[in-house]
């Protein structure tokens, strides 16, 4: 069974197909944020904080880090700012990160500072990115998030994109790194933009689960851009894409509706023994009059979920959309 280990100083969490589904947080990411972007350049880390903590205390398992403020001159600028937004965020959640940036610069300089067993994410199948940083991922025994598109873009052509997937595993291997340390992100298409889209993710998920033995991951909120409503459709994408194999995605952990759709899928799926993580979460939820909560249900962390101490995406990333 595939298994990918990533971990805090304190916490160690696995992905995999017989384990509960892996929350990555989504928030910490200035990317389509203006105000988030000013204040980190003004070294104001107070949003950083909040929602760092937020989304630790609403269920998340890990926290994606993204520090790309400018696209002038990132070389210079984010793999200091990178480092000290993960040393913040690590000081205060024990979750497992996400080392999200581009810049192979700033990817090394975050990797010396990280505790535990931290994720990259990401690499593309573009030649000069897989030499930039394949040897980064090995020399710091970290697992990768593999990004279905390379040179030419982003294929439209699903098989094209599984033919991607498999090409960064393979380079993977020729560098020692083995393919359950990469997470390959198929790439969601918006839905408004492409009738097929999820048909096409779950023919994928399947592919690369059952051919290449890979764990997987996503933007979720792109299936939704352009849509109203966009958290019912991703609270519905959920249990479909948990259903055909994905084992992760980067989301918004604070939004009710999808944090219930990845604990009932959890249940369904046979991840949530003895319906445990169920019955602690929603034990005293009481809808109000007409069908809606009172309030959204406190977290109860079991093992796959985290929690606080104490209380975009670029490069390859441009294929996200807009965040939910």
Known sequence: MTRTIVASATREIIIGFDQPFCVIGERINPTGRKKLAAEMIAGNFETVIKDALEQAACGATMLDVNAGVTAVDPNATEPALLVQTLEIVQGLV????SIDSSVSAAIEAALKVAKGRPLVN?????????EAILPLIKKYNVPVVAISNDETGISMDPDVRFAVAKKIVE???DFGIPAHDVVVDPLVMPIGALGD????V???????REELKVNTTCGLSNISFGLPHRHGINAGFIPMVIGAGMTS???????P???EAVRAANVLNGTDANCTNWIKTYKDYKPAEGGQAVAAPTAVNAPGE??????RRRGGREARMARG
């Open 94 to 97: 024990d979750l497992p990160l």
């Open 122 to 130: 990401s690499v593309t199948g573009e030649e000069e990115k897989l």
């Open 171 to 173: 380079r993977c291997a």
């Open 197 to 200: 889209a999820g048909r096409q």
């Open 202 to 208: 779950f023919a994928l998920l399947r592919r690369l």
């Open 249 to 255: 995605a980067i989301m918004n952990p604070v939004r």
């Open 257 to 259: 509706q999808e944090m």
């Open 306 to 311: 985290g929690t606080a101490n104490g209380g």
